[in-house]
């Protein structure tokens, strides 16, 4: 079945700085990367998603690349505001034609003022 | 994106006593989702509920314990049964996006602690 990893477990930057997540998995068959950003006590809320057959999707100061010959794809946050502190989920579809989606770890982010 | 209310949203039980989660969706949807989220860590798929059919559960999940309803397209509900501390976690309900595969839309979960 699918696995992913990501990395780091933890993030700290300074306010303004870039945020970089990465994660990989190993089912060459996925073709669907979400990622999830959830805010202590609450759910997780989808803020960017990419497809195969894209390389890379921007929305304003978020970003996200994939690499589907090395089966990794990353998220990329620029100009870094502390309201950007959570944790962040990657996911990736089993392609099994039912929706299914697999978490990765996630990456704890703390954007200090 | 689906609009879901999931209650009860934190319970405090005994163990060895059962608790019904339920989620109500805005709109008709195939699949549900349930997830346990454990303290501190990601989301874990416990079973998908088509209605109509039996639900599918992920290795290291059973019905007995997880038995899972969906008698519509627009409700599901998870009960944890003869609970022991172990099941102290945030479960969730989703759905998925609208026509082609899409990202998950959450319930605001449910903060089961087992005494």
């Known amino acids: 079945g699918e696995n992913v990893e990501q990395h780091p477990s933890t993030l700290s930057v300074q306010e303004g700085d870039s945020a970089v997540i990465k994660c990989t998995y190993s089912d060459s068959a996925s073709n669907y990367f979400p990622w999830y950003k959830q805010e202590l006590g609450k759910r997780p809320q989808l803020i960017i998603d990419i497809r195969s057959n894209v390389g890379e999707k921007k929305d304003q100061r978020i970003a996200v690349t994939l690499n589907k010959t090395a089966k990794h794809f990353s998220l990329h946050i620029t100009e870094t505001q502390p309201e950007d502190s959570a944790v962040y989920f990657c996911a990736a579809d089993l392609n099994t034609g039912f929706q299914k989606l697999v978490f990765g770890t996630g990456t704890r982010l703390l954007v200090s003022p | 994106s689906a609009v879901i209310s999931q209650k009860p949203s934190r319970d405090i039980c005994q163990r060895g006593t059962s608790l019904t989660i339920q989620c109500q969706v805005d709109?008709?949807?195939?699949?549900m989702f349930w997830y346990r989220q454990q303290p501190g860590q990601s989301l874990t798929l416990i079973a998908t509920?088509?209605?109509?059919?039996?639900?599918?559960?992920e290795s290291g999940f059973v019905i007995d314990k997880f038995p899972i309803s969906r008698p519509n397209l627009t409700f599901s509900t998870l009960t944890v049964s003869n609970m022991s501390p172990e099941d102290s976690s945030i479960y969730l309900c989703s759905v998925a996006g609208q026509g082609a595969i899409s990202g998950y839309t959450f319930g605001s979960g449910t903060r089961l602690t087992v005494v």
């Open positions: 509920a088509n209605q109509g059919s039996e639900a599918t559960y």
């Open positions: 709109s008709q949807v195939t699949m």
